[in-house]
């Protein structure tokens, strides 16, 4: 056995800073968080390479004496706690005292600092300058210096190559940092913040006068438009934010930030009491945008349970997630949200304005109205393309044409029969929803002639026998020849456009249609980045995006296939960037299929749409190709099969 030994400083520092300095953008939030500890009113990002060159903060804090400089790289050496109580009540940022220690171990770190009390305006001598690498601190020496204080980072991971090489494409590295900068842009909203990337500029943050502004600044005007704000109710924990209505709810979740006193936080506890919230109101594969600030008395918190503090320890955890509950309800109450929950025909009325000129956004009234005409015509275009069913074994007699006085039975009227299908190709639809025949017992807006069917019920006439039935307008039943089937109507429409979505890109004959009028979208600059870089990607799925002044794009092109389905463009693209922005694979056709997934589930129709009798059956009759390959692209089953055997079996008769 080898001797027990202690370990050199360098080392231990080494070994500190594994844990918390994973990649350049980790550094980026330690040299931030510092300067906020500092009260920087501004703080300026400079980084080469993606941070694997450089990376340089700089900011207009209170600076550092030289005593102070000549500690600051000193393992355990911090000014912001002294004594072992100070370690219950954490007020700020840092308090390990390992970061520039740990970051100096890896790198060569530089730091340029003056003191704010000792500068007369204007002046920029009376600064200090250190540096250190590898666990060596060189002496601290007297350099001209603006107030404030500036560490810079050079060659980051020079002497860890495991580390070095797990670093991604310089895009991606400066893809890490923009978040670690909203993160801490958005609680200090006050402050200015700026990063630049080889030198060019590509982020410019000025002061903020609202969270809100900032988030704008941050994300993009058409991120924050509609979002609702959320109101601290009075008490010991404080929760206040903003968060989007659930008809303006993302793909993904990357922009849910939780803030606890100013900290960017990971918390189950609170990401579940953001869910619940929502749940019942939305998809619930969908994420709400949520920016929420929780305050709390920083003596009911343990922030000291993570190296790089992004998780804590409430002392009372079930009492915040209570109020985290609470203030979401109240605000999604005070929205006026109406879930869509009977699936029925009544549009809401539009919600009304937030007191405090915060809109809601259209979400329950006419937009869902809109988006359900648009989705059937989607429908309806979709089954036009598709191969006319055939009777089949399993329905032989399902009529594929109903009389109109036929079909007020268990599903409702088709709007028009297959065989009266234009052929392709359509004409361009382009966003604006042709005027379509309402549907179920309501009378037809584009046929004021027809009869008004009856109130509700089966016809008493009907004559023909229902083989199909659809049920909470999501799932169809059948009967199969050895039992019955249950099919997920959205999940197998998904799969359908899927397949042919693949189809048409394998045989190159998925194009792209032009917009009529292009389609602007404001983008943060991660998402415009990625723009620039899958550009070709995107070509390739009939997608032209060109940039359209410093923070938007306009969408000028996309699938002709969802063009015919009445997908909304702008919706489509926001469905995009999310997927492309949160999708870190450096593998193109990984991303490709991704992207395949996201348009085939925009394009599908959903869950609580209700389906023509010919709807069903046409999906019906394409089951069986959309089985082959078994699964919807997310993995969720598209058909449950219930056997007679099984039947026999739950009822008893065997
Ligand atoms: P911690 O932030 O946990 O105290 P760090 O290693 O990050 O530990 O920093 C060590 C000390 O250096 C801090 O406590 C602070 O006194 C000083 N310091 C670091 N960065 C700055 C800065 N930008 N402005 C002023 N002081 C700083
Ligand atoms: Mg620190």
């Known amino acids: 056995m080898p001797q027990i030994r202690i370990l050199p400083t360098h080392l231990v520092n080494k070994i500190a800073a594994g844990e918390v300095i994973e990649r350049p953008a980790s550094v980026v939030k330690e040299l931030i968080e510092n300067a906020l500890d500092a009260e920087a009113t501004r703080i300026d990002v400079a980084v080469e390479d993606g941070g694997r060159k450089l990376i340089a903060v700089t900011d207009d804090g209170a600076g550092m004496s030289p005593e102070d400089l000549a500690l600051a790289f000193a393992p355990h050496a911090t000014s912001k706690i002294a004594a072992e109580d100070d370690l219950e009540r954490i007020e700020t940022m840092g308090f390990r005292g390992e970061a520039l220690a740990s970051i100096a171990s890896i790198s060569h770190a530089h730091v340029r600092t003056r003191r704010r009390s000792e500068a007369p305006a204007g002046q920029s001598e009376g600064g200090y300058e250190a540096e250190a690498s590898e666990g060596r601190i060189a002496p601290v020496r007297p350099c001209p210096a603006a107030t404030g204080t500036t560490v810079t980072i050079r060659d980051l991971f020079f002497n860890t190559p495991a580390r070095r090489k797990f670093l991604r494409a310089a895009n991606t590295e400066l893809g890490h940092i923009t978040e670690q900068i909203a993160r801490a842009a958005l609680p200090y909203s006050h402050v200015a913040f700026r990063l630049s990337h080889n030198g060019r500029e590509i982020q410019n943050l000025p002061p903020a006068s609202s969270t809100l502004q900032r988030a704008a600044d941050l994300f993009g005007q058409e991120l924050v438009e509609g979002l609702l704000p959320v109101r601290p109710r009075p008490g010991g924990i404080l929760v206040n934010g903003l968060v989007s209505a659930p008809s303006a709810a993302r793909a993904s979740g990357k922009w849910q930030y939780i803030f606890l006193n100013g900290r960017y936080i990971r918390d189950r506890l609170l990401s579940h009491a953001l869910r619940e919230a929502y749940r019942g109101l939305m998809d619930p594969n969908r994420w709400p945008v949520a920016m929420l600030f929780i305050r709390i008395d920083p003596g009911q918190v343990d922030v000291n349970v993570h190296p790089t503090k992004i998780e804590v320890r409430f ?43 915060l809109e809601a956004q259209e979400e ?127 999940a197998l429409h998904e799969r359908l456009v899927y397949n042919d979505l693949k189809r048409r890109l394998a045989d190159g004959t998925l194009t792209g249609q032009k917009l009529l009028i292009p389609e602007p979208l404001d983008v943060a600059p991660a998402e415009a980045d990625a723009l620039h870089r899958h550009a070709e990607l995107l070509t390739r799925l009939g997608i032209e995006v060109v940039p359209f002044g410093p923070a938007s794009f306009a969408l000028q092109q996309f699938p002709a296939m969802l063009a015919q389905r009445g997908v909304p463009p702008g919706e489509f693209l926001r469905e995009i960037l999310d997927r492309l922005a949160e999708d870190e694979t450096t593998d193109s056709e990984r991303l490709l299929e991704d992207l395949l997934e996201a348009l085939a589930c925009k394009a599908a129709v959903k869950a609580g749409e209700p389906l023509t009798s010919e709807e069903i059956d046409a999906l019906l009759a394409r089951r069986e190709e959309a089985e082959k390959g078994s699964a919807c692209p997310h993995g969720r089953p598209t058909t449950l099969r219930l056997t007679l055997k099984e039947l026999q079996k739950q009822f008893k008769r065997t």
């Open 315 to 357: 002392r009372d955890s079930q009492a915040v997630h209570g109020e985290v509950l609470a203030a979401l309800r109240d605000t999604l109450n005070r929205a006026n949200l109406t879930p869509d929950a009977s699936l029925e025909e009544t549009p809401e009325a539009p919600a009304k304005p937030q007191a405090d000129g």
């Open 364 to 490: 329950a009234g006419p937009q869902t109205e809109e988006r359900r005409q648009s989705l059937r015509q989607a429908l309806a275009d979709f089954f036009k393309s598709a191969p006319r069913p055939q009777p089949r074994l399993s329905f032989p007699e399902a009529p594929r044409t109903w009389k109109k006085d036929q079909t007020q039975g268990l599903v409702s009227e088709p709007r028009r029969p297959l065989h009266q299908a234009p052929p392709e190709p359509q004409a361009p639809r382009t966003g604006i929803p042709e005027p379509v025949p309402a549907r179920g017992f309501a009378p037809s807006l584009a046929d004021p002639a027809r009869p008004e069917p009856p109130a509700a019920g089966p016809h008493p006439m009907a004559p023909l026998p229902r083989r199909a039935l659809q049920v909470h307008n999501a799932y169809i039943v059948t009967s199969a020849e050895d039992g019955l089937l249950i099919v997920d109507q959205h």
